[in-house]
C-alpha cells in the first residue's frame, strides 16, 4: 500500500508563496505519475497539475498555468508544488495522487481523478485578503 503524505500547507498572506511537498512511501515512484489537486468547501475536487516520471512532461489545468509550478525529486520520492502570488481563491485542501503502472503517453490529459491509484490525506492551505 502506498502511503501520500502532504505537507507545507498553512496561512499566507494574498500575493504569498508556498511550497507544497508530497512524500511517497511506494517503492516504484519513479514509475509513478504525480498529480496535485484540490478541493475548496463545498466544491468539488479539481485538477491542478501533473508530472511525467521523469519529470520532463508537465500538464496544468488551463487556470492554473503561471502561478503554480510542479516538480519532483525522484531520489526524495517527493512531489513538490510551488505556489506564487496566492490568491483567495487559492484556499483549499491541497491533494497529492499518484498513478501507479500508466505511461504519461497513455493519456492526452492528466486532469481526471479516476487516472490515479493512491491519494494523500491533503494539507489545508489559507489565504488571507
Known amino acids: 500500500q502506498v502511503q501520500l503524505v502532504e505537507s507545507g500547507g498553512g496561512l499566507v498572506q494574498a500575493g504569498g508563496s508556498l511550497r507544497l511537498s508530497c512524500a511517497s512511501s511506494?517503492?516504484?515512484?519513479?514509475?509513478?505519475?504525480m498529480g496535485w489537486f484540490r478541493q475548496a468547501p463545498g466544491k468539488e475536487r479539481e485538477f491542478v497539475a501533473a508530472?511525467?516520471?521523469?519529470?520532463?512532461?508537465?500538464d496544468y489545468a488551463d487556470s492554473m498555468k503561471g502561478r503554480f509550478t510542479i516538480s519532483r525529486d525522484n531520489a526524495e520520492n517527493t512531489v513538490y508544488l510551488q505556489i506564487d502570488s496566492l490568491k483567495p481563491e487559492d484556499a483549499a485542501v491541497y491533494y497529492c495522487?499518484?498513478?501507479?503502472?500508466?505511461?504519461?503517453?497513455?493519456?492526452?490529459?492528466?486532469?481526471?481523478?479516476?487516472?490515479?491509484?493512491?491519494w494523500g490525506q491533503g494539507t489545508q492551505v489559507t489565504v488571507s485578503s
Open positions: 508530472i511525467s516520471q521523469n519529470g520532463r512532461n508537465t
Open positions: 511506494a517503492r516504484t515512484f519513479r514509475g509513478d505519475v
Open positions: 495522487a499518484a498513478s501507479s503502472g500508466s505511461s504519461w503517453w497513455s493519456r492526452s490529459r492528466w486532469w481526471s481523478t479516476t487516472a490515479y491509484n493512491y
